[in-house]
């Protein structure tokens, strides 16, 4: 399967994740730790970050996978 990461970083630190494994933010400073309880109650938030695994991620894997598989 695939595992979508999106890290939003502020001075070098990463602030908040969202993972699709896990289907939901996670922070890792105050912060974070406050916009991923927020985030993680807004369907539409949620809805975006599922909709690039599905729209970015998976379409994009599909074309690299057939790519290999052609040389291969």
Not at 9 to 15: A, C, G, R, T
Not at 44 to 58: D, H, N, V
């Amino acid at each position: 399967g695939i595992e979508f990461l999106h890290s939003y970083v502020f001075n070098k630190v990463e602030d908040i994740r969202f993972n699709s494994t896990v289907g939901r933010f996670v922070g890792y400073t105050e912060h974070g730790v406050k916009n991923a309880e927020a985030w993680n109650s807004d369907a539409g938030i949620l809805g975006q970050e599922q909709a690039q695994l599905e729209s970015y991620c998976k379409h994009n894997a599909d074309i690299d996978y057939s790519a290999i598989l052609d040389k291969t």
